[in-house]
T-cell receptor, first 114, second 111 residues
Framework: DAGVTQSPTHLIKTRGQHVTLRCSPI?????VSWYQQVLGQGPQFIFQYYEKEERGRGNFPDRFSARQFPNYSSELNVNALLLGDSALYLC?????????????FGQGTRLTVV | TQLLEQSPQFLSIQEGENLTVYCNSS?????LQWYRQEPGEGPVLLVT?????EVKKLKRLTFQFGDARKDSSLHITAAQPGDTGLYLCAGVWEYGNKLVFGAGTILRVKS
């Protein structure tokens, strides 16, 4: 039973570097969203992709980008890393019925920028 | 900026006590979810409510959606140490397609 898988689980990068985070959604789910969660706060929406198209973007700088592949897996890229980018990055595999959206999260990638 | 307000921010109680966590907004939701998150892990979906006034029960947890679909509550009966964690509410605005999270309530249940 494959849930949402994210890789890597932990990552340490230096300021100015770039990073790529990966996510595989639940089989059959076509929508993937990315969230950033800093300590003491709830997750903040970064991107949503559906059928390989960007469907929504949160209030994040252009250093953040993402894409979705034909198999519905997704990558989140962050360029020119800043110390403030240190956070838990969560990928959500989503179902959307007529009146509700449900998100199932992976375990996250803990990014530390030093 | 968090558009969903959760209260309290932190709750420390003894095993066996009851508690209620609140989630409020000035906007209408098409649906609202409650999640529980443990340190270093992703949030785990507990329940989804979609109808104003809806009440759902999950063992010792009771979830209620306000009549106007602007607020929700989570009530835990006879809390246990295993209930310890971060409880998050998240809503989808009417006509929206993304989740907006509250800041969360940290619950600690002492044995």
């Amino acid at each position: 039973d494959a849930g949402v898988t994210q890789s890597p689980t932990h990552l340490i990068k230096t300021r100015g570097q770039h990073v790529t985070l990966r996510c595989s959604p639940i089989s059959g789910h076509k929508s993937v969203s990315w969230y950033q969660q800093v300590l003491g706060q709830g997750p903040q929406f970064i991107f949503q992709y559906y059928e390989k198209e960007e469907r929504g973007r949160g209030n994040f700088p252009d250093r953040f980008s993402a894409r979705q592949f034909p198999n519905y897996s997704s990558e989140l890229n962050v360029n020119a890393l800043l110390l403030g980018d240190s956070a838990l990055y969560l990928c959500a595999s989503e179902t959307a019925n007529t009146n509700k959206l449900e998100a199932f999260f992976g375990q996250g990638t803990r990014l530390t920028v030093v | 900026t968090q558009l969903l307000e959760q209260s309290p921010q932190f709750l420390s109680i003894q095993e066996g006590e009851n508690l209620t966590v609140y989630c409020n907004s000035s906007s209408v939701f098409s649906s609202l979810q409650w999640y529980r998150q443990e340190p270093g892990e992703g949030p785990v979906l507990l329940v989804t409510v979609v109808t104003g006034g809806e009440v759902k029960k999950l063992k010792r947890l009771t979830f209620q959606f306000g009549d106007a679909r602007k607020d929700s509550s989570l009530h835990i009966t006879a809390a246990q140490p295993g209930d310890t964690g971060l409880y998050l509410c998240a809503g989808v605005w009417e006509y929206g397609n993304k989740l907006v999270f509250g800041a969360g309530t940290i619950l600690r249940v002492k044995s």
